[in-house]
DNA sequence: AGTAGCGTTGTAAACGTTTACGGGATTGCG
DNA sequence: CGCAATCCCGTAAACGTTTACAACGCTACT
């Protein structure tokens, strides 16, 4: 059984190949009749259109790439997480027959070699990035080469590009004012180690709700770690140590949360009574935990169709479908209690 | 500045395409000389060939897919399972300028249906996929299309393809042996409630240790449930509902224990003591549990390391560099002791 | 000197698709 | 009947690369 390309099907059909071609491409100058008789061909010989030769004629490649850090400290998005966002990203794009594909990035290269690469071989039409910096060359190096992207992340390098972002000083506040009006004063932050920008924006919740209630920063209160369970015990090690110990502290992931319970337990205390804890997102892990944990729910799902449909709605070809122009939108989340914060121990 | 094709830089240099492209790929028949040219005014210019051109000439994408399924009940794992051991195979394929993309594929459609869009579109060149069935069709669909391909996993539909797997049995049989050393008689086994292929081998590993150890087959004592921490919960709830309850339990996924642990602690009882567990798969979750558990460790950057390079191995064009052949092997697992299974109370 | 061989280069044809363009047939209308 | 408009379709040129083939200049050997 030979290839079957547009050339197979042509001849079979006693037609030519632009005919063929229009018909499969639903152009409006084609006969009705003879649009079934090419598609019933079609499916009769398992035509597929072959993406090599559609891309190089017409430029453009279908694809879409999303870049996830394969980091191994953990930092913020593990599996589950980008594979359920993935999922309905795949879903907002497989509409419009387009494929998304995911390309890891190692922390400790270069970022922007991937990237070149991509765009410059024309491998990906758009592209998704994510944990986005403070300063984050990606964003630049993108607008430069003139292709549409979305980050999931703001950043602090400007750009026309939109963007979409959990609301993390909106979490911090509500953190802080449950945490202040259970009667806890001395509240530390637990904030990644890198200088991704969710860090940034956590501390700058983490300040403001700190002045709305009248209570002095204390920097000796900020502590880094990695967004992983060793992160997590470290900081707790170094929470317990502390001179003036706090009696709450505010996670930016959940996983640290499961260290610093190991790290509590070690000493012989009990997370929510000795040290309250409220951590970032909601996970399946959060209310399995014990005590279950307090943090922030999130639609994965939402989140990852805004991304795509988002994404979308800059790229002229696909813009009509999405009127909402480019998006740069803070993502709510909502608190959902758990047993792991309660009132100080005096 | 127009785009720099191979014509731009043979214009420019004065020569033809053709040696253009020979110098470029490395051929031997160019002058060392004008190779050099070539390559400096390559870099000069920023070029990068078209994938989508060379794709269509050689009917090569240098693309390779990665299908990792999805599902929405949580059966992926916690921590970076995936992300780690796509970091590892990508470093292999960096060095055969591949690129590796992921294809992330949910669990309620039809598995066939990204493959057959992948293959007949040539998107990919080949395959590597997981979590495979006892009876998979894409075994059979890939060997048909003469897509080479890996399988994380084995399957009782044969396929002249390598594969790799864990060594379930084996891990199933060390851990009874050592269960039955401390003195248990009555195990239970939690299995995933699809019918992925390492459910069926863990079993036949569980049946053998039982068998060595002269203890009789007991099917009420076999259990299924999702690989997650509902899944877990939930299969520890009717465990302790048990007539004549079992003194330990090995469980398929780590996140199963996290629920196991949850529902223990709901009834007062405490893992390690009244009921011993042993985990899976060791993940840094593992350790920093309470108590910590007992389970297996697995490098995955060497099991991607391994994968990636398997694959190669059957590809024509990359053979000469891996001379192993098509393998099909099972990976060994160590056991890390954890305070999560000790002698069963009396 | 003729020729075989080698090293290097140019030429042009592919790969599979989309699409601008033109042309033939049919229809509608004056 | 003549002309224009409409509908449909075929032709052929692109897209950027690789590669078989021919051709060239040169050396070396008979």
Redesign the pocket.
Known sequence: MA?T???QLADHL??????V??A??DR???????RKRVLAAATDFG?V??Q???S????TTNTIGFIVESGTDGSGSNDNFFLEVFGAIQHVFARHNLDLVVLPCSTDEDPLHHLQRMVSRRIVDALIISATRRKDPRISFLADAHIPFITLGRSSTPGPHPWLDLDFEGVANTAMDRLVAKGHRRIALGLPSNDINLGFLLLDGYKAGLERQEIAFDPALVLRAASSEQGGYQLAHEVLSMGNRPTAVLLVHELMAIGLYRRMNDAGLEPGKDLSVIGFRESPLSRFLIPALTCFKLSLRDLGQALGESLLATIPAYAEHYPQGTVRRVWPMELVPGDSDGPPRM
């Open positions: 290839k390309g547009i050339r006693g037609i030519s190949i632009g005919t071609s229009r499969l491409n409006p100058d084609v006969n009705p009749e003879t035509y259109p072959n090599s030769g559609r190089l004629r017409q430029g």
